[in-house]
Each structure stands twice: as C-alpha cells, then as structure tokens.
C-alpha cells in the first residue's frame, strides 16, 4: 500500500495522523479510499465536479500529479502520496 | 497563546523590512497544553506571479519541504508568516479565504520599510478570524 502523507493543516480530519497506509493503483483510487476511510476530509479533496480542487496539489514522491498523469498517476507500494494545500494571501 | 522568542521576531522583521514585496515563511515549533511555542521559523520565496507588494504565494514544493522538515525534526508546522507593507497587521480577505483552523497566521506589518507592528491570528469554527495573544516578553 501507498504511503499517504498529511498536511498539518488537514490533520484534524485524520485523527492527528501524518501517515495513512492506503491501497489503490493510481491517485484517484487512494484518494476515494482516503475520503472514504476519513469522510470530513471529502470536502477538502473533492469538489463539486468530483476532481482534487485546484488550491489542493498532490505530490507523488517528489512529482507533482500535474507534471506526471494526474489523478491517473500509477501508485506503487513504496510511493508516497503527500496532499499539500496552497499557502497564499497577502494584503489585498 | 502563541510564544516566539524575541530573536527569532527580529529576525522576521529584518527580513520584512528588508524587501519591497511581502516576505513570508513558516513557524516550526511544538503545542503544550493549549500553547504554541515557535522554536524556529524558515523563510520561504514568496512566488505569486504579481503583485508580490500585495500577495504571496508559497510555492507547493517548498511548503512540502517544510512538512517533510518539521515531520523529520519531530516538529509541527504551527503556522505561517507574513509581511503587509504599509498596511495594518490584520488579515485580508484573502488570508482568510486561504487559511486553514489550527494555525496561526502571523502578521508582520511594515510602513515605509519601518516595522509597526506583529500580530498573530487563527481561524474559528466560523472561519473568522481571531487574534491570538503573543508572549510579550519576547517582544519589546
């Protein structure tokens, strides 16, 4: 199973857990299985049209899933998935 | 009650003073009852593509960088920091729209390159946003 790696801002929805072992073969697939096994989560990681929102980046090792073949990214048992919220603000 | 030795809020406003754009970066530390206390702080590139007098943006790798140092360190990434020049050291709507419960979101506010003031904020369960008390003996 893949390593899942929690964000600390997201924390709260695993239970203070940093590293979930999830099955699945390609990002889609742990990330359903994820929000199944941690429903408050679902509404971070899964809009409305049912895709990973665009403030929400998912790194596949050191890969970001845009630059590989997205939520279709092939997952292994050693991967490490790490979900990483935009941080961003400013005066305006 | 968030603690941040005095060192370390100087060194955050030195950077702050320092640049025309928005400095920004992360509070590593640790919770104890109810507490946070910052231990260090790591400044990160602020990327937004424009406006960076106005806006920051930290890019994904280096906030994944940080999780994976705090995480290796046995720390927390207890929040983030922020300058505002020449504006109030209180959230935007934007740093509200994009801030998570849990974390504070510290607040260096710089008028003509001269530090003003420092003030830390968290997000209720109304996602508003309230002040959180810094330890003023680290602060003069």
């Not at chain 2, 974390?103 to 369960?125: C, E, M, Q, T």
């Amino acid at each position: 199973m893949a390593t899942v790696f929690i964000p600390t801002p997201l924390r709260k929805f695993t239970n203070n857990t940093a590293k979930l072992e999830v099955a699945g073969n390609n990002v889609s697939e742990v990330v359903s299985k994820l929000t199944g096994n941690f429903p408050e989560l679902k509404r971070h990681l899964i809009n409305a049209d049912g895709k990973i929102p665009s403030f929400i980046n998912i790194f596949v090792d050191d890969d970001d899933i845009r630059n590989l073949q997205q939520e279709q990214t092939v997952v292994k048992e050693n991967t490490i998935i790490s979900i990483v919220p935009a941080i961003a603000g400013g005066r305006e | 009650m968030l603690y941040i030795e005095k060192d370390l809020v100087d060194d955050l406003i030195a950077v702050a003073e320092s640049i025309d754009e928005e400095c920004c970066g992360f509070l590593f530390g640790y919770e104890r009852f109810g507490d946070r206390i910052v231990t260090e702080t790591m400044v990160a590139q602020n990327v937004a593509k424009n406006r960076r007098d106005r806006l920051f943006e930290i890019s994904p790798k280096e906030y994944l960088d940080a999780e994976r140092y705090a995480d290796a360190n046995n720390l927390k990434v207890l929040g983030f920091y922020h300058s505002h020049l020449d504006h109030p050291a209180i959230p935007s709507e934007s740093d509200r729209i994009a801030a998570y419960p849990e974390l504070s979101y510290l607040i260096v506010s710089v008028i003509n390159r001269k530090f003003k003031d420092i003030r830390s904020w968290r997000l209720n369960a109304s996602a508003r946003f309230d002040e959180e008390v810094i330890n003023d003996r680290t602060i003069n």
